[in-house]
């Protein structure tokens, strides 16, 4: 889906203007460290910025300086402002008035009002979540040998998950079907499906190595959709009423 290819009736069907639901994605932005892209002056001036700080009580959202002073005294004078990015593929904006200079932790940043209304232009098949620690399903596989592998999924959706195993690289091609993966939702209910290796890597975390693939769902019948669908719902409702305790 791109800009030249949503109508306004979606554009306005992905457009949110409740409150907590858009501390919510501010907030996701800032633990994410998202790269966010800021446009103004009409789309000619641009800097690339991040989150830093979300106050529902004085209303401000803080951002960083940029690496350009000149761009930096230009966004000062900017009454409209844009802002952009697309974590984990799916496009977010939102817009806000008048920026101002502060200090943030001993450092230049910019202050705005937090964003009435805020966009996700997502299609719900492509929307991926991002998993908290305590929410990430086990994957278990069935391997050639009879023995059994677990994984922990890192991020879910509609269309397939990406799973992890400490210790390097797992032996899977991009392509392979692995059959009958049980993937435990955790209290919602039992998936049994095979999966499709889409991408095949190993990430690096404080001097430790996993160990992972990104799958697709083959197929997916309509009642372990509901079962899905139900678990992504219910792992947003507890990290919006976590985050808007």
């Known amino acids: 889906m791109t800009n030249q290819t949503i109508t306004a009736e979606e554009y ?39 989150l830093l700080e979300v106050n529902d009580d004085s209303n401000q959202l803080i951002f960083d300086w940029g690496g350009s002073e000149e761009t930096n005294r230009k966004l000062l004078h900017s009454e409209r402002n844009f802002f952009v990015c697309a974590p984990h593929g799916v496009a977010n904006k939102f ?28 299609r719900r098949e492509f929307f991926r979540l991002v998993l908290p620690m305590t ?4 994957c278990t596989l069935a391997m050639a040998d009879g023995a059994t592998m677990q994984l922990s999924i890192i991020d ?44 095949s890597c190993e990430v690096q975390r404080g001097g430790k190595v996993s160990g992972r693939i990104g799958c697709r769902f083959v197929k997916l019948s309509h009642a372990m959709e509901n079962h899905l669908q139900r678990f992504i719902t219910d792992v947003q409702r507890e990290e919006r009423a976590r985050l808007g305790s």
Not at 135 to 138: A, L, N, S, V
């Open 12 to 50: 306005e069907k992905f457009t949110s203007t409740n409150r907590r639901e858009i501390l919510f994605y501010l907030h996701q932005l800032i633990n994410d460290g998202e790269r966010i892209s800021l446009v103004f002056n009409e789309g000619q001036d641009a800097l690339l910025t991040v």
């Open 156 to 199: 879910i959706s509609i269309g397939g998950v990406a799973a992890e195993l400490p210790g390097g690289k797992l032996p899977f091609d991009i392509g392979r079907t692995l059959p009958h993966a049980h993937i435990d939702l955790k209290g919602v209910g039992m998936l049994d499906v095979d999966l499709e290796v889409r991408n």
């Open 95 to 122: 817009m806000t008035g008048k920026v101002h200079q502060i200090t943030h932790k001993k450092r230049p940043a910019f202050t705005t009002h937090i964003p009435a209304q805020y966009t996700r232009l997502q």
């Open 135 to 138: 929410r990430r399903p086990t």
